[in-house]
C-alpha cells in the first residue's frame, strides 16, 4: 500500500511539472507572437512639407446680361422735315449737341400773323390808354360821369390783356421753332439715325438713338455668405470666355450696335476692371440671398448690352493657403489627410478646399498627382460634399518640377 501511494504522489508531482512547464511555454510563445504582430503593425510612412502658397480667387457666372443707363432714343419734340442732318452714326455726341433740323413751313407764317396781331394790339393799347387818362381827369374835376370812366377803363385794361396774349402767341411759336432743332439729351455715341433728310416726322417720333456704353453693368444673386465678404467699390479682374461677344478664337466682337473701338483695346486678351456698386438688401440687414450690382469699365468699347455666357471674375488680391499633396490624403473623397502632431504622434485633419483660380499654379509645389475639384456645401453647415450638378467633378493634374 505504501508503495502505491508513493507512486501516486510521484505521478501527481510529475503532472504538477509539466503543467508548469507547458505554461511557461504557453506564456513565452504567446508574447512571441503579441511581439510580432506588434512588429508588423508598424507601418512606414513618408513625410512631406505642407507648402503656403498664394491663390488668387475665381467664379464664374455661365449667364450675365449686361445693361446700360444711358442710352435713350432722341425723340422729335414737334412736327416737321427733316432739311439736314449734322452728325453721322458712330460719331461722338454731348448734351445739347444738334443733331438734326426740322422745319415746320407753318411756324413762319404764324409768326407773321402774331406779329401782326401784336401791332395791332399795341396800336389798340395806345389808343386805349390816351383815352383812359383823359377820362381820369375828366372824372377828377367830376366832367363826365363815372359810367364813361369805367368803360374807358375797362377798355384800356382788354387791351393790355390782348397784348399780352399776342405775346404769349409769339413765345409760344419761338419756342416751337427752337424745338425744331433736335438735339441730344445725353453724352455718348450715335448708335442709329432713324430719320434721313427730306423724310416728315410728327412729334414723339424717335430719329435717332444715342448710348454711352462705357459703362456697363450686370446682377447676380449671391448667397450672404459670400456676399459678406464683399465691399463696396473694391475692383476686380473680369473676362469673357464665351456667349454674345465671344472673345475666344481670336474671333472679332460681334455688335448690335456697332458702337465704335477705342485706341488701345487688346481685343481677345483684354481683362475688363468692375467693381461691385450697390447690394441689396444691404449687408446690416438680415437676408439669405442679396442682389449684387457689378459695373464694368468699357472704355475700350468692345463690349454692348446682351447676354453674355462665362462670365469670369478674379480678385485683385491673393490668399494665402496649404497646398497639401494628394498622397497624404487617407480616404476616397480625399477629404481627410493625415499629419504628424507636436507630440509625435499621428493624427488626422480635415481639409477644405474651394474652387480656386491661380496664375502661378503647380509653383512651389512637390511633384505628384494633384485634384482640382468642385464642391458644395450647404448653408450653414461645414460638411463639402460633391457638387452634383457640375458639369466637370474634377480635373486631375500632374506636376513635374513646377
Request: net charge negative; glycine share 6%; aromatic share 8%.
Amino acid at each position: 500500500m505504501k508503495n502505491y501511494f508513493y507512486l501516486g504522489i510521484g505521478i501527481i508531482i510529475t503532472l504538477i511539472v509539466c503543467l508548469l512547464g507547458y505554461g511557461i511555454y504557453m506564456n513565452q510563445r504567446g508574447e512571441n507572437e503579441i511581439a510580432q504582430r506588434m512588429e508588423n503593425l508598424r507601418l512606414p510612412l513618408t513625410g512631406t512639407e505642407v507648402r503656403e502658397r498664394e491663390i488668387r480667387p475665381m467664379v464664374e457666372l455661365e449667364l450675365a446680361n449686361l445693361y446700360c443707363d444711358d442710352m435713350t432714343d432722341v425723340i422729335a419734340r414737334e412736327n416737321g422735315r427733316v432739311t439736314q442732318v449734322f452728325v453721322e452714326k458712330h460719331s461722338n455726341v454731348t448734351a445739347g449737341k444738334p443733331l438734326m433740323q426740322l422745319v415746320d413751313e407753318d411756324i413762319p407764317l404764324k409768326l407773321k400773323q402774331v406779329d401782326s396781331d401784336i401791332l395791332e394790339a399795341e396800336a389798340q393799347l395806345l389808343k386805349t390808354r390816351n383815352s383812359y387818362n383823359r377820362y381820369k381827369q375828366l372824372r377828377e374835376s367830376q366832367a363826365i360821369s363815372a359810367e364813361k370812366y369805367d368803360e374807358a377803363e375797362a377798355d384800356y385794361k382788354a387791351a393790355q390783356a390782348k397784348l399780352s396774349n399776342c405775346e404769349v402767341v409769339r413765345e409760344q411759336l419761338l419756342m416751337r421753332q427752337s424745338r425744331q432743332m433736335v438735339t441730344s439729351s445725353i453724352d455718348g455715341e450715335v448708335l442709329r439715325l432713324y430719320q434721313s433728310e427730306g423724310a416728315y416726322v410728327t412729334a414723339g417720333t424717335p430719329v435717332a438713338l444715342v448710348g454711352d456704353f462705357s459703362k456697363l453693368y450686370f446682377t447676380a444673386p449671391v448667397v450672404d455668405e459670400q456676399a459678406q465678404r464683399m465691399e463696396i467699390g473694391r475692383q476686380i479682374n473680369l473676362t469673357i470666355a464665351g456667349g454674345a461677344a465671344s472673345v475666344l478664337g481670336g474671333e472679332a466682337l460681334p455688335k448690335s450696335y456697332g458702337a465704335n473701338y477705342s485706341a488701345g483695346n487688346l481685343g481677345d486678351d483684354q481683362i475688363f476692371t468692375a467693381a461691385v456698386i450697390k447690394i441689396t438688401p444691404g449687408l446690416d440687414e438680415p437676408a439669405t440671398v442679396r442682389q449684387v450690382v457689378w459695373q464694368i469699365d468699357n472704355r475700350v468699347g468692345l463690349l454692348e448690352p446682351g447676354a453674355y455666357r462665362k462670365l469670369r471674375l478674379y480678385a485683385n488680391t491673393t490668399r494665402k493657403c496649404l497646398a497639401v499633396p494628394m498622397a497624404a490624403f487617407v480616404d476616397e473623397s480625399h477629404n481627410r489627410v493625415s499629419v504628424m502632431e507636436a507630440d509625435g504622434r499621428l493624427g488626422f485633419r480635415d481639409v477644405v478646399s474651394n474652387l480656386l483660380s491661380s496664375l502661378s499654379i503647380g509653383r512651389d509645389i512637390p511633384n505628384g498627382k494633384y485634384q482640382i475639384r468642385v464642391l458644395c456645401r450647404e448653408n450653414d453647415t461645414f460638411d463639402w460634399a460633391w457638387a452634383a450638378q457640375a458639369a466637370c467633378r474634377y480635373v486631375e493634374l500632374t506636376i513635374e518640377d513646377n
